[in-house]
């Protein structure tokens, strides 16, 4: 079994900064890449931020500049580092990791629970 455990969310004022935190745990041989997402209310889901496992980066352009994706060592926790926090960044942010389980012969797509994230003075 492979679990997904965020921390970091919160309310934060404008211009403020969080820190988000994804550990990732179980029976795992690979992780191929991990990411952020977030859904913010009446809007789809859409990528944040995403790390690949030769540490290549993407970001979406709303949030270039302002917030940066890192990962650990062993490469199982995923960071997210929000700074210069705008009222529209405020949703729920989802970790995701592309993981090859033991016993699998595929990656398979995992998430995270949701962490609320609100921006607001």
């Known amino acids: 079994q492979v679990q997904l455990v965020e921390s970091g969310g919160g309310l934060v004022q404008p211009g403020g900064s969080l820190r988000l935190s994804c550990a990732a745990s179980?029976?795992?041989?690979?992780?191929?890449?991990l990411g952020w997402y977030r859904q913010a209310p009446g809007k789809e889901r859409e990528l944040v931020a995403g790390?690949?496992?030769?540490?290549?980066?993407n970001y979406a352009d709303s949030v270039k500049g302002r917030f940066t994706i890192s990962r650990d060592n062993a490469k199982t926790t995923v960071y997210l580092q929000m700074n210069s926090l705008k009222p529209e960044d405020t949703a729920v942010y989802y970790c995701?990791?592309?993981?090859?389980?033991?016993?699998?012969?595929?990656?398979?797509?995992?998430w995270g629970q949701g962490t609320q994230v609100t921006v607001s003075s």
């Open positions: 179980g029976s795992i041989v690979s992780i191929r890449s």
């Open positions: 790390i690949s496992s030769g540490g290549t980066t």
């Open positions: 995701n990791a592309q993981i090859l389980r033991t016993g699998r012969p595929v990656y398979t797509d995992y």
